[in-house]
């Protein structure tokens, strides 16, 4: 029945979450808080860009309302890490806010980012263990710098995906859902407290995707803008690096301890990873484009994963199911390494990244058979004429017989 707890608080963000976006949705219509539509946009009418601020006070709230269960109080026995995160929370939204309004500079933006990584850091949510060649890395200073850079990568990463109706929402709805049964499982067979900050975390930010996802689905009423992607990959990063922080290197470091000790030294970093592999793809492909073009690689384009999957002749949803797809196969079969034979889960991902790259690809064949149906029935058409034209016919007849027509000079 623990998980009871849990479900209260994701509903309590869902709802809450929900109410705040449809009120500033009626808002941002009504006064007309929505900027104009960008050269890469792919929707076609204005759109308000502050749902980020909904799903941000949805996530206070039920972590407010955690703190009054006493079966959530372990999670607040050290509330640094709840304020340190919900602080670097505030920053990211302040700043995504200020992006949405007023487009603010690269520069700016990737400073507020580790502004709100190095918050994470300090109160105490960092990698404080790698296990790297059977050794613990514990330097300080490795660290804070590995923190920082994770973090700072998993927001860019969600971001940069922002970019289709119910995109992040419905990826970060199954990828925290995915890693919520994960960290459960992974307590439940550590023999540790369920109850901890990246269980809660996970928890909460499912509600605020829930909640949110309703007016986001295409067609979109309400986008959540920098300061919901960011949040979104700010609250994700920071649940993986608070359970790699509760492992003891101590116990990872015996060789007879159970296995659940040294899948948690990896998988929470293996992890997000593996269920963002379309975001940190379309991340690293948009940075190095960027670069060989001599630009920003934080610059603006219309070239990631999405643009180019509706290039290719997807619609707008058929695009975004297939991230849900990409995103489902590779979270789902990561987690049933914990509990599957190792040729199972790997069958089964092979499978269906055979199955999406197969829809996925769909497009072009169907593209390929229309030009070539196409490009005959124009030649077919030519004929056609050329059959039936009086005046070619009769070109064709004098030809034969006339060398002054056929040669096109006078006679000799």
Known sequence: MRIVFYVLVTGISALVTFGLAYLIWKLSTKYKLYPSIRERDVHTRPTPRLGGVAMFLGIVVAFGA?????QLS???????????????????????????????????????????????AWQGLQLSTLPIGGQVIVSPYISLTITILAVVLVMNAINFIDGLDGLVAGVALIANSVFFVYVYILQARAQTEYF???????AVLIGACIG????????????????????????MAASAISVTGDVDPLLIAQ????????????IPILLPFAVLIVPLLDFAM???????????????DRKHLHHRLMDMGHSHLHAVLLFYGWTLVVSVGCLAYMFLPWYLPTLFIAVGLAVCTIITLAPLSRRKALESAAQLAAADV???????DGLDAAFVEDADDSPTIATGKAPQ
């Open 66 to 70: 955690a703190s009054f269960i006493p």
């Open 74 to 120: 372990l999670v607040f026995a050290e509330p640094g890490k709840v304020l340190g995160l919900l602080g670097a929370a505030l920053i990211i939204v302040l700043i995504g806010v200020a992006d949405d309004l007023w487009d603010l500079d690269w520069l700016t933006k990737l400073a507020g980012q580790i502004i709100a990584a190095g918050i994470l």
């Open 196 to 202: 901890n900050l990246a269980s809660l975390t996970t």
């Open 212 to 235: 949110f996802l309703p007016l986001n689905f295409h067609p979109a009423k309400l986008f959540m803008g920098d300061a919901g992607s960011l949040l979104v990959g700010l609250l």
């Open 255 to 266: 060789p007879d301890v159970f296995n659940a000790y040294f899948l948690a030294a990896y």
């Open 286 to 300: 948009a940075v190095i484009r960027r670069l060989r073009a001599g630009k920003s690689p934080f610059s603006a």
């Open 382 to 388: 030519q004929d056609e004429v050329a059959r039936f």
